[in-house]
């Protein structure tokens, strides 16, 4: 068994446990400080989910700014879960599956961002 962390990167464990090896504040997995800030858009059962969030780039040609979007295939511990249309934060980790590299480690509102 594997002692449970209090927090990863300043940000709280949640209340509730889980027995998830691949969660960063009850299991064995390890986080980077490289963390996206998105909107979960999808949410599986497999405790796998879906980021997106919008910035803009600017296009020298056109003199205007153009919308890009980015995704992020994240793992949604269970003591986390986080719900589709929440903001989260998502930390970079050792590969977790073919698609999967990175965790959320938290909801955005409340902690720091
Ligand atoms: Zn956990």
């Not at 056109?62 to 269970?78: D, F, G, I, K, Q």
């Not at 879960?81 to 590299?101: D, M, W, Y």
């Amino acid at each position: 068994m594997v002692e449970s962390r209090k927090e990863a990167l300043g940000w709280k464990a949640p209340q509730k446990a889980c027995e998830d090896r691949k969660c960063p504040f009850h299991g064995e997995l390890l986080v980077k400080n490289e963390l996206f800030q998105g909107v979960v858009i999808k949410k599986d059962s497999n405790r796998s989910a879906t980021l997106e969030w919008n910035r803009s780039k600017y296009v020298p040609k056109y003199e205007r700014y153009t919308l890009l979007r980015s995704r992020l295939r994240v793992h949604n511990p269970a003591c986390v879960n986080a719900q589709i249309g929440e903001e989260v934060v998502a930390a970079r980790t050792k590969p977790l599956s073919k698609t999967k590299h990175h965790v959320i480690i938290g909801r955005a509102e409340g902690g720091k961002a």
